[in-house]
């Protein structure tokens, strides 16, 4: 556990690194140049690093000073983030999010819809990474995770299911012209299939046969680790593609890409949001969940 006076040094460590010198940090302090110095000797010493570059002008972060001051102000905001979530008044989301989302999905459906909510709440601020694979937000450090289909391990996690989402098989027009529009999964052998992949494993689709939702390995002819990346392919003319229609949605009203073998579209895949079990729930989690559940109503 970090000593209570060593928190001043703390404050006092950020204060000069969002300075040019210990002299300005000291006049922001209202403390004197030699209080700043010896508040960061200590800090240094205690930490076993050098947090600071010291000219006789001016003062720059090291590499360990640049990784501590990140985390530090961090630690900071999730304070601030804390404290007005008690108060009697507004309980609007505030602070730092770390949110980690699919790629394609990520980019076209979840992050303007992020915006949006960051737009109405000016003090939320957002840090977005984008992966397709179940990463452990507890490890990572993320705060929210979006993931689709079923949350297989949720131990010491929460899942809340914000949508469901349809499926579909598009190619573009100029391919149908040349290999002809499959009308069964049979014709898919004479067909290029463009699925994602996974620990070097290539993923099936998701179809229905026998009124039943099954797994189905279409030939493997392009294999792409992208969700975004696979959209661009099926656009660019090299093969089928199987997304969540609402990826497609834009391409398909646009005539860039036509759906296919609908009658073996599958149940719909849940979206889900994840995020770490804890005793009280952070306004900012709870808020952006529930917007995102509000507004993913416009998504269907």
Request: hydrophobic share 40%.
């Amino acid at each position: 556990m970090v000593p209570i006076d060593s928190l001043q040094g703390v404050i006092t460590f950020i204060t000069a690194a969002r300075s040019i010198s210990f002299t300005e940090a000291a006049a922001r302090l209202g403390v004197s140049k030699s209080a700043v110095g010896k508040s960061i000797a200590r800090l240094e010493e205690r930490l076993g690093v050098q947090l600071f570059h010291r000219t006789t002008r001016r003062i720059s972060l090291t590499a360990d000073g640049d990784a501590y001051f990140i985390a530090c102000s961090n630690a900071l905001e999730e304070i601030g983030a804390a404290e007005s979530g008690l108060g009697p008044g507004t309980r609007e989301p505030s602070g730092r999010l770390r949110v980690d989302i699919p790629v394609a999905f990520g980019r076209r459906v979840i992050a303007p819809l992020l915006f949006e909510i960051a737009k109405k709440y000016p003090s939320l601020r957002l840090n977005m990474t984008f992966s397709d694979h179940l990463v452990d937000p507890i490890e990572e450090g993320i705060d929210l995770l979006v993931r689709f289909g079923d949350i297989k391990d949720t131990s010491g996690l929460v899942a809340r299911r914000l949508a469901r989402q349809r499926w579909a098989i598009c190619a573009a027009p100029d391919y149908l012209a040349r290999f002809g529009v499959p009308a069964s999964l049979e014709d898919l052998d004479r067909h290029h299939c463009i699925v994602g992949h996974r620990r070097g494993q290539p993923l099936s689709w998701r179809v229905t046969q026998n009124q039943e939702t099954v797994r189905f390995s279409p030939p493997f002819t392009h294999q792409i680790g992208d969700g975004e990346a696979m959209i661009l392919a099926a656009l660019a003319g090299v093969g089928l593609c199987q997304m969540p229609r609402c990826l497609f949605r834009d391409d398909i009203e646009a005539g860039r890409l036509v759906e296919v073998l609908g009658g073996y579209e599958p149940e719909p895949v849940e979206v889900h949001a994840v995020w770490p079990k804890v005793s009280h729930l952070r306004p900012k989690v709870r808020y952006v969940v529930d917007e995102l559940v509000r507004l993913f109503e416009d998504w269907q």
